[in-house]
T-cell receptor, first 115, second 110 residues
């Protein structure tokens, strides 16, 4: 089946620094990629939707200047958490859909800890 | 309001027993409904995907049902194993947006 690779799987960074998370579709072209945030024992919360070559659409309450999303190609999207703070510590997951939008494939997630 | 509600919130069962998880949704329009399994600290993995015309779909010991009239779905797990311990998430796709349920946390104990 289709594979979405997310990297890194975990990262620890100092408060005030920026962290970039990559999401790659390995064997299909992902016309749309989604970025989610998940707190412990809670469901996924959609942060933003990005289509290749266009600006991401952010959900209400998500700061677009803090969570920078780039979807420069059909196989790669990145999420950059800028000036990270401890409250940004969370589990971030990406997903990608193929051209037919028939299935959503998820990355393995990135555990971000800001100290 | 588009919502996906799951029950129970958590469930503990003995290894070898069966269980059924419920999903009720008010999402419209409807394209398909998916069940995902999410292990702790991992991304969700697809179990089943059903369109409007499908009532039942199986994937090994997992059987999903869909009643599009009542907007209800269930996921039945047969002969549970310790490795079934995970969160199970019901997701409804409208055609351009996904709506996630809050998930059911299943714990299978020996």
């Amino acid at each position: 089946g289709a594979v979405v690779s997310q990297h890194p799987s975990w990262v620890i960074c100092k408060s005030g620094t920026s962290v970039k998370i990559e999401c790659r579709s390995l064997d299909f072209q992902a016309t749309t990629m989604f970025w989610y945030r998940q707190f412990p024992k809670q469901s996924l919360m959609l942060m933003a939707t990005s289509n290749e070559g266009s600006k991401a659409t952010y959900e209400q309450g998500v700061e677009k200047d803090k969570f920078l999303i780039n979807h420069a190609s059909l196989t790669l999207s990145t999420l950059t958490v800028t000036s990270a703070h401890p409250e940004d510590s969370s589990f971030y997951i990406c997903s990608a859909t193929d051209k037919g939008d028939t299935e959503a494939f998820f990355g393995q997630g990135t555990r971000l800890t800001v100290v | 309001k588009n919502q996906v509600e799951q029950s129970p919130q958590s469930l503990i069962i003995l290894e070898g027993k069966n269980c059924t998880l419920q999903c009720n949704y008010t999402v419209s329009p409807f394209s398909n409904l998916r069940w995902y399994k999410q292990d702790t600290g991992r991304g969700p993995v697809s179990l089943t995907i059903m369109t409007f015309s499908e009532n039942t779909k199986s994937n090994g010991r997992y059987t999903a049902t869909l009643d599009a009239d009542t907007k209800q779905s269930s996921l039945h797990i047969t002969a549970s194993q310790l490795s079934d311990s995970a969160s199970y998430i019901c997701v409804v796709f409208t055609g351009n947006q996904f709506y996630f349920g809050t998930g059911t946390s299943l714990t299978v104990i020996p």
